[in-house]
Nanobody, 121 residues
């Protein structure tokens, strides 16, 4: 089955940087849009960034100028480079992707299990 697995989270000091990765695996025919969400304790999921299959990119205002999304289609991977991290960025970060599997006639939306990012001194 199609799976998304994130990595790269951890503990970082305010002002520091982290790069998250998310690899899609399984019987994949095509990957469409990919993106990153986060969920902080007691808060709703927040859409941070999205990238289409043609390279179109959009960011939430809260991360614009600090976070950069990119993708490597040869590796079925989406990245999130996070700079100038703040304590408010502490959350579980999830990747998401619209993927058509080899057994399907249309795409479906998939989520990863998430990776914890903690920004603290």
């Amino acid at each position: 089955q199609v799976q998304l697995v994130e990595s790269g989270g951890g503990l970082v000091q305010p002002g520091g940087s982290l790069k998250l990765s998310c690899v899609a695996s399984g019987p994949i025919f095509k990957i469409y849009a990919m993106g990153w969400y986060r969920q902080a304790p007691g808060k709703q999921h927040e859409l941070l960034a999205g990238i289409t299959s043609s390279g179109g990119i959009d960011y939430a205002d809260s991360v614009k100028g600090r976070f950069t999304i990119s993708r490597d289609d040869a590796k079925n991977t989406v990245y999130l480079q996070m700079n100038r991290l703040e304590s408010e960025d502490t959350a579980v970060y999830h990747c998401t992707a619209d993927i058509q599997s080899t057994a399907a006639s249309d795409k479906a939306n998939y989520w990863g299990q998430g990776t914890q990012v903690t920004v603290s001194s």
